[in-house]
C-alpha cells in the first residue's frame, strides 16, 4: 500500500519529475480521459496525494506535462536556427527529430495528440497557441536564414515559415500516425530544399550575366 505524500528521503524536485514522466506516459498511451490520477499515481509508485500536493486536478497535471514535453523537444529542435544555411538547418532539423524520437518517444507521442486533446477538452485550446507560438519561433528564424542566403529567393518571411510548417509537420504527423517513418521521405524533404535552393540560385546567375 503507498504511504501518502512522497517516499522518504526523496525531494520534492524529484517526486515531480517521476510524476511527470510517469504521466506523460499514461496521457500518450489512454489520452487525457482514459488516464487517471490512480493509475498515475500507481504507476509512479507513489499515493494519489502526492500528486494532488503538486498538481491541483489532472487538467493541471496535463498542462504541466505539455509544458516539460513543449520545452524539451523545442529547445533541441529550433538548435537549427544556428546553421548558416536553409539547407543545413532542415537537415539539422530533420535528425533531431529522428534522434528525439529514439531518445524520447513519450515526448513526441504526447505532443502529437495535443491538437486532438484540446479539441475534445477547450480549456487546453490555450496550449495550441503555445505550439503554434513554438512552430514560428523556429520556422520564422529557418526563412530568415533562407532569405538571407537568398535560398528562399522570391519569399517572404511569413510564406517561407508556412513553406517550412508544412513540409516538416506534415513529415512530422505522418511518421507520428503510421507509428514509423516512410524510408526516404526526411531525404525527400532535404533534396526539396536543395532544388529550390539550386534553382534561386540559377535564376540569380541568370539576371547578373544578362546584366553583365
Known sequence: MNKRGRPRGVSSIETRRR?????RVEFSEKGFDGASIAQIAAQAQLAPSAIYN???SKSKLYVAVFEDSADNIWAEVSSARLEITLVEAVMHLIESSRYLKERLPNHNNFLASVPIEARLHPEFSP??????KYQDETFNALATIGINTGELEGFTIEEGREFLRALIMGWFFERHFRGREIPGSGEAIIKAVKVLTDSSHLHRSHREYRKA
Open 19 to 23: 510524476i511527470i514522466e510517469t504521466a
Open 54 to 56: 503538486h498538481y491541483e
Open 127 to 132: 496550449l495550441l497557441n503555445r505550439r503554434t
